[in-house]
């Protein structure tokens, strides 16, 4: 069974950081392309970066680069938003996403729970 559980959302001032984890399991992870996808309230689903599984260079929204850095661990199997200089706009559930196994056509999306990120004075 694959499985996806994000940690790491809270409540942090402007400015702050924030290190989100999504620990994955029940799929081959070196053979998928990780994706962090963010929704606020009363909008529909943003996305934030992916990492790719043979690509090493990852990609960014323009809306979060320079400021968010994705990186992964293969051995922990756990895929990291590392967010810095955090804005108000940041402010959403951020949900870790898997597409495995990436480029092949039967590949498929999976996807965690969600963690709360609120960015406020």
């Known amino acids: 069974e694959v499985q996806l559980v994000e940690s790491g959302g809270g409540l942090v001032q402007p400015g702050g950081s924030l290190r989100l984890s999504c620990v994955a399991s029940?799929?081959?992870?070196?053979?998928?392309?990780m994706t962090w996808v963010r929704q606020a309230p009363g909008k529909g689903l943003e996305w934030v970066s992916t990492?790719?599984?043979?690509?090493?260079?990852?990609s960014y929204s323009d809306s979060v680069k320079g400021r968010f850095t994705i990186s992964k661990d293969n051995a922990k199997i756990t895929v990291y938003l590392q967010m810095n200089s955090l804005k108000p706009e940041d402010t959403a559930v951020y949900y870790c996403?898997?597409?495995?196994?990436?480029?092949?056509?039967?590949?498929?999306?999976?996807w965690g729970q969600g963690t709360q990120v609120t960015v406020s004075s």
């Open positions: 996403n898997a597409n495995f196994p990436y480029g092949d056509p039967r590949s498929r999306d999976y």
């Open positions: 029940g799929f081959t992870f070196s053979r998928s392309a």
């Open positions: 990492l790719y599984s043979v690509i090493s260079t990852p």
